[in-house]
């Protein structure tokens, strides 16, 4: 349930009287207008009303693109998939089927997809790991939902997290606050103080209970959204702290655990936030194209609009299509009934004082222009390309609609390509590494794995296939066996997987060559180091053997086999 500013005020006090200062300005704002935009619906642009002729009020629907749903969609099929997820690795096999585990067992693909999706259109989303009868889950978070409380530079340390619940005529607000920090621990020691500097993750949880969506309201007891089983349980944690009242109800619960690893990760653009510099929350992939997009749902209304515009019309002297009376006989009786030649509700007239005229109906033709509708809104697709970072050649118009164009060949120094390797360290490889180390945490706290998880090697491997088209490549590395920079074998290794040996005897049977005609035999007075030196600088021996160490090797046990 969205968060109104009244209720945001309520948090933002309580969060406050904590002693943590929480981030605000208008981030939240901006957030409700990138939402209407990511919807297609935007109040007083699409929703509008104009006044007709006669001075009456018409209220009118503008056509929607859905723009930014569909950049939004678009974006994050360049940065997450399936093949990304199958390339989340830890470097123990065991382990790592564990961490899988739990990847299914949220559906991380599906909802990371959602997720990133989110992300891109408010400018920030979060994920939050916990541990509910023996399972370890994952929350995901939308932005408008997520207050911030402590952070460094961009780094988010501390967040609240708010859940509102439904429960016959009263509203229940979950408040989570997560907090990182640095503590210092003293002890004794043989006598002496001893200072140490550790990281802690504390979480903690409140209630508040109010009879309207729009307000806070008072603070509850944590049985509201505890059942007393997990509260009893909680009680025997060690790490568990319970804040109660004189009657003996839990108001708080506060888990510390020994971490330098946040169990919530954000996600958000990697994009500088413009409207607020110092603020650490993300930017929506929209907002710098609000203009663009506002041009391109105008440019699509009227070219929707133009069929209409440009019908066929009959312009016809009022005196024609005025009413005459008629009388109209059924059997006995007779009637006299408004008559009229022309259908006057059909658009097709038009009523006009042509008394001037020789003929007192006129036909009209419009010119329909569908050309300079196209190249219009092609110009806008173009530019709002170029804005969300996909390059000026994404989006077309055509018959079909807006599509994305094949023809545009992705290259390692496009515009694409760069943009599309600055979101992936904060929307995948940061928050998904962030993720993983959670995750090992909590599978060490439920027992299921042992050992020293800051030894473990997490490796994420981004998809680039889907931006690179194959074809054009395979015909490049086509050309340049043609020009001898490259060898057929590997072409063959590179597309078709085959090894280095299987792809070289495929070319030699192809040629109709046996594997020994193709290496350099030593002539009758030839000694070993003159065929060794004219050996390794063969053009052929070199494309055959490209590891100088291995064509050495090769060339000595040439000269020895020969006798000479």
Excluded at 193 to 207: A, D, F, L, M, R
Excluded at 313 to 318: P, T
Excluded at 374 to 403: E, H, I, M, P
Aim: with cysteine; net charge negative.
């Amino acid at each position: 349930m969205p968060l109104n500013n009244k209720k945001r005020s309520g948090i933002l006090s309580a969060i406050s009287k904590r002693g943590q200062n929480p981030v605000q300005g208008n981030i939240y704002t901006m957030m409700a207008n990138w939402k209407s935009w990511y919807r297609g619906n935007v109040n007083n642009f699409h929703r509008y009303s104009i006044k007709n002729a006669k001075g009456k009020t018409k209220k009118c629907q503008r056509l929607s693109m859905q723009m930014a749903k569909k950049v939004c969609e678009d974006w994050t099929t360049l940065i997450w998939n399936e093949a990304v997820l199958e390339n989340i690795t830890v470097n123990n096999a065991g382990i790592n089927e564990k961490v899988h585990n739990v990847f299914r067992d949220n559906n991380l693909i599906v909802e990371y997809t959602n997720l990133v999706e989110k992300s891109f259109a408010l400018g920030t989303g979060v994920m939050v790991e916990f541990v509910s009868n023996n399972k370890i889950l994952i929350d995901y978070i939308i932005g408008d939902l997520v207050l911030v409380t402590a952070y460094r530079n961009q780094d988010v340390t501390g967040i609240c997290t708010v859940n509102t619940i439904l429960d016959g005529d009263e509203v229940i607000t979950h408040l989570t606050y997560h907090d990182l920090k640095d503590i210092t621990v003293v002890s004794v020691v043989d006598g002496q103080e001893v200072k140490e500097n550790k990281s802690v993750y504390v979480i903690e949880h409140e209630v508040f209970v109010s009879k309207k969506t729009t307000e806070l309201g008072k603070s509850a007891p944590l049985i509201r959204i505890f059942t007393q089983e997990e509260l009893v349980e909680m009680s025997s944690v060690d790490d568990v702290q319970l804040v109660t009242d004189d009657d003996g109800m839990v108001f708080k619960a506060i888990i510390t655990f020994e971490t330098d690893t946040a169990h919530f990760q954000m996600l958000k653009p990697n994009l500088v936030n413009n409207f607020d510099l110092e603020n650490p929350m993300g930017i929506s992939l929209l907002a710098n194209t609000i203009d663009d997009m506002m041009a391109i749902d105008l440019w699509n209304d009227a070219f929707s609009s133009e069929p209409s515009l440009a019908r066929h019309r009959i312009l016809v002297d009022n005196s024609v299509t005025k009413e005459t009376l008629k009388t109209v006989v059924s059997g006995n009786n007779a009637m006299t009934v408004p008559f009229s030649a022309f259908d006057v509700d059909d658009e097709v007239f038009l009523g006009g004082d042509l008394r001037n005229s020789d003929d007192p109906i006129k036909f009209f033709n419009a010119e329909l222009r569908a050309e300079q509708y196209v190249k219009g809104l092609n110009f806008k697709l173009q530019t709002f390309g170029f804005k969300s970072g996909l390059g000026t050649d994404y989006y077309a118009f055509d018959a079909r609609g807006v599509y994305q164009n094949e023809k545009a060949v992705v290259s390692e120094n496009s515009d694409l390509w760069a943009t599309k390797k600055k979101h992936e360290i904060t929307m995948l490889i940061s928050p998904i590494t962030k993720l993983v180390k959670a995750i090992l945490f909590l599978l060490r706290e439920l027992g299921e794995i042992e050992g020293d998880i800051d030894q473990l090697e997490i490796t994420i491997k981004p998809d680039d296939s889907i931006i690179v088209d194959d074809e054009a490549q395979y015909q490049k590395d086509l050309d340049l066996v043609d020009r001898g920079m490259m060898s057929k074998w590997q072409v063959l290794v590179k597309w078709f997987g085959l090894t280095e040996d299987q792809a070289k005897a495929q070319v030699l049977e192809s040629e109709g060559i046996e594997p020994e005609e193709t290496k350099l035999k030593p002539d009758i007075d030839e000694d070993e180091e003159t065929f060794i030196a004219r050996f390794m600088s063969n053009e052929d021996m070199i494309l055959e053997f490209p590891d100088e160490e291995q064509r050495r090797k090769v060339a000595q046990e040439q000269f020895a086999n020969s006798g000479s």
